[in-house]
């Protein structure tokens, strides 16, 4: 066949028509999409090391929907993440089931990750933030009640168990001041710091009334504790925030919360997060999860998002269109 002006014609019309076929193949094709994909883990938690973002979670489904412990994943650009394998695996610490809401931080060269299983708090120690995480002893806090969602804060010389009990039907945030060890809190110092008053917090009426996921930092000589409220299973599942005087409170309730929802960030069910800082402390991020779809609950996608605190009001509001998902890159 001869290539007259006519037919070079006709294929340079053919070209663009390829070229986008090849990029309708390319973007739906299994091959290219495993490159990237969303991180599935719920009640994240972000801590970092050095120059190095560690996030761990509670394992939300997807592949992999085993619940054997606390996986990590890390980055050094909160951009691009590296799957690394279970940081506390069952068996090297006390629990079997409901490997939750893990927190981690530093003290005196070793890494502390405190975590929910069984329904219990309970504590594990590394010389990695990568882990193995292990407690020999297989402790946990033992309390009355169902205890779940620790978090540890440092303030004035002093550490700070926050955490969620289901007293009588409902999930109430309390407080207590751990003991030098950090083994066991001061029973003395326990205190009730928030429950679920207001009508955001329980919109769909769904089982118990609940506030959960506390995280709590400090500016200046003002506490803040973002938690997050409704059922877990509802899209209306929200973050709202409380500020105080002391880290044992009391605590009063934004008059603007809910502070992230289904209508700020377009995602079902947002929530259940903690923060971390910038270098010059205007703005903190929050890393947090929401449903899978507007229909779908699990597996719960892992995103970041900023706020915007105003030293001067003592407010807190969300950095507009800041939402994002976090991808981890296959190879």
Known sequence: MKFDQKNRTSVKKLIPLGVFFLFIFITNCDIFKSFKQNIYLADPTIFKDGCIY???????GGVD??????????????????????ALKKGNAFGD????????????????????V???????????????????NRNYFKAKHRQIDPFVFFDNNKFYLYHVKKVINDNEIFVAELEKGLREINEETLTKCLSSECPWENEDNIDFKNVQG???????????????????KSSNYAVGYATSSSPLGPWNKSKKN??????????????HGDVFFNETKNYIKYVLHTHNSIDKLRP?????LDLIIDNESKTISLK?????FFKVNKK
Do not use: C, H
């Not at 069984?118 to 020999?136: D, H, M, R, T, W």
């Open 214 to 232: 506390p995280s709590v930092f400090k500016i200046d000589s003002t506490y803040y504790m973002l938690y997050s409220a409704n059922n877990f």
């Open 300 to 304: 719960r996608k892992t995103g970041i």
């Open 118 to 136: 069984n329904e219990k708090i309970a504590i594990a120690f590394s010389e990695s933030p990568l882990g193995p995480f292990k407690e020999k």
């Open 54 to 60: 560690y996030l761990y979670g509670t394992t939300a």
């Open 320 to 324: 507009n269109e800041s939402f994002k």
């Open 65 to 86: 929907s085993t619940n054997n412990g606390i996986k990590v994943y890390l980055s050094n650009d909160l951009v691009k993440w590296e799957y690394k394998g279970y």
């Open 258 to 271: 809910p502070l992230i929802n289904f209508s700020n960030i377009n995602q079902s069910g947002p929530g």
């Open 97 to 116: 089931k409901g490997f939750w809401a893990p927190q981690i931080f530093k003290r005196d060269n070793l890494y502390y990750m405190f975590y929910t």
